[in-house]
């Protein structure tokens, strides 16, 4: 059955994954003539595997009884990725942590835009490029305890094969964003407050840009709301230095624990009422319209034959939808929606 | 805070609709030319409101318990709807029953496509159009009892201007399935027999072409699986008699409780375990993927600014995602999924 469904997906998208019972030293390609130890890739693939160590470490902690389940798998061609999952913990319902390092073929279109290239004389083809990230969702028990999402990604195209010492294109994306049920100042300053210091050390104008773009991605247009209260977003960064950004995106993955880990010890056993466990229900119901309709990793990995697994884990354990739901106005809940619809400066 | 919210939505979609303190006889304008009585506009407004109030008689009698919430709602230009919501009945957690009248334009391209119309010299601008349907949801909260889908509309456009007495282009679609978390032959055989008597009262090629049809529409390319087992389906229908296509929608319309209710009857208090409730809550999960990432109605919905709740009344009350959940070969969960990977012939 598995095998069947498998087949009708890979027929319209990229290699099918294949299970690994160890985990690799590396995914690169070993002919890969950027996988020497010193290359942005390599060092960022490093990156994000001692990031996923670091976060699984500190939720099963926090956690207290579940332990992450792990999936190693690759491609054929190149590339893989380590997927872990703690479900039905103490605090968490659901954590997923991934790693992946994909190759692939991006159409000359995309390049051209990405690149800001006009000039359409440029001969076109398919481009092949490189794309590595750690992606992750933490969905808490307790109602009063906000769900994480982070994700950071390195994205470069190999060189022209007609110029092999020509630059190669290449761009960073992430962001870390907080999506509570319930308002605990404290908590949300907190959370902004480590990221604005992640921010601060590279660039004083990175807070405030990121903290607009993270607000203006995760905006959900058809309920006039943001998903959440945020956090920093950018994509397709690549006007400042390399080296700055590749640091940048280690000091915002070091960031999560502390961001995080310190709400989840305040609020992971306050006790709740179902009229609590209901409201946090429907704000997940939220979540997976966001993730679903619009979250551009989601729908192009869905589209394009990622592995489902793996992308759909971001998805809660359980979500509701009652019919037009209104909170009380002055209610706990009428003020996180209020601080969706209308986002705050937290700091 | 609801209109504020509704103030970032319209500006990027149709008038807001306004609610209304009780049903009008007709939504159809005043003005419109075809809203004289004999008209199909007019025929198919009162046959799917007559459907309305016989599906929602008899969910309510069935469900024991539970009483449909209406909102009835318009908008400035003309057109407007009823929806109706029964949510944590004695039988259904969620049954929603919607029509509406909308009044729109459409992009020329998209009216050009429809009409078959090659010819890039005609006259380009926005063609106005008018639309009528009825949509239902209905999910049971006991997991042996199969949600059903349906949904029957008519499309019409606006003679054009300059040509007063020319005809206007119109279009029937829809269709009736079953999606249930578990098979009982005898249930899927009786639905899908009143569905083949519906079409074979009109056309003998109808149950085999939109039998066909409605296992193509609803699959979960993501998955390589359908939602559920079918039934029928079809869309953009004008190659028939126009009054053929009306008496088959009314057919239709009005083997909806004949083809469900008895199924609910036999199934509604059959005793389950939480294995079977969770399991029924995963198909659900399947039920949301599939309306927020491929369902015509509700993406072009989300995206145009329809009214939010009567489309979402779509989703179920509850769902549920497990990472990687794999049912045991050979166990009734893994029958379910079978049939949803490979459409069988019912009858």
């Known amino acids: 059955l598995r095998l069947r469904r498998a087949a009708v997906r890979s027929a319209v998208a990229i290699e099918k994954e294949v299970p690994e019972a160890e985990r690799p030293d590396t995914f690169l390609r070993s002919s890969d003539d950027s996988s020497h130890s010193s290359s942005v890739r390599s060092r960022f693939e490093k990156m994000i595997r001692a990031a996923q160590d670091e976060v699984c470490a500190a939720i099963e902690a926090a956690d207290g009884g579940g332990r992450f389940q792990e999936d190693v798998w690759s491609r054929p061609g190149g590339g893989g990725g380590i997927s872990r ?10 954590a997923g942590v991934n790693v992946s390092v994909v190759y692939g073929m991006m159409p000359p279109e995309a390049y051209r835009a990405a690149k800001g290239v006009k000039d359409s004389s440029e ?89 607009k773009w993270c607000d203006d991605y995760f905006f959900i247009p058809h309920r006039g709301e943001r998903r959440g209260l945020g956090g920093i977003f950018f994509d397709d960064l690549n006007d400042y230095d390399q080296e700055m950004l590749l640091g940048f995106a280690t000091e915002c993955a070091k960031s999560v624990v502390p961001a995080y880990i ?86």
């Open 85 to 94: 999952v703690l479900q039905d913990g103490g605090v968490w319902e659901k």
């Open 123 to 211: 001969k076109a083809g398919p481009v092949p490029f490189f794309a590595a990230g750690i992606s992750s969702v933490l969905h808490p028990k307790n109602p009063f305890a906000p769900t994480l999402h982070f994700n950071y990604r390195y994205f470069e195209t190999d060189a022209p094969k007609d110029a092999p010492g020509a630059p190669r294109q290449w761009w960073f994306g992430g962001g870390t964003d907080l999506t509570p049920a319930y308002i605990f100042e404290e908590d949300v300053k907190h959370f902004h407050e480590v990221q604005k210091q992640a921010c601060d050390k590279f660039d004083p104008s990175f807070y405030p840009r990121f903290k």
């Open 262 to 347: 310190p709400i989840i010890e305040r609020r992971k056993d306050t006790p709740f009422t179902e009229h609590n466990k209901a409201w946090q229900q429907l704000r997940r119901g939220r979540y997976v319209e966001f993730n679903l309709v619009y979250d551009r990793g989601t729908t192009f990995g869905l589209k394009t034959g990622g592995r489902i697994e793996s992308i759909l884990v971001s998805l809660p354990l359980t979500a509701r939808w009652e019919y037009d739901h209104q909170p009380e106005e002055g209610s706990e809940e009428w003020k996180l929606l209020d601080a969706c619809v209308s986002p705050k400066e937290w700091i």
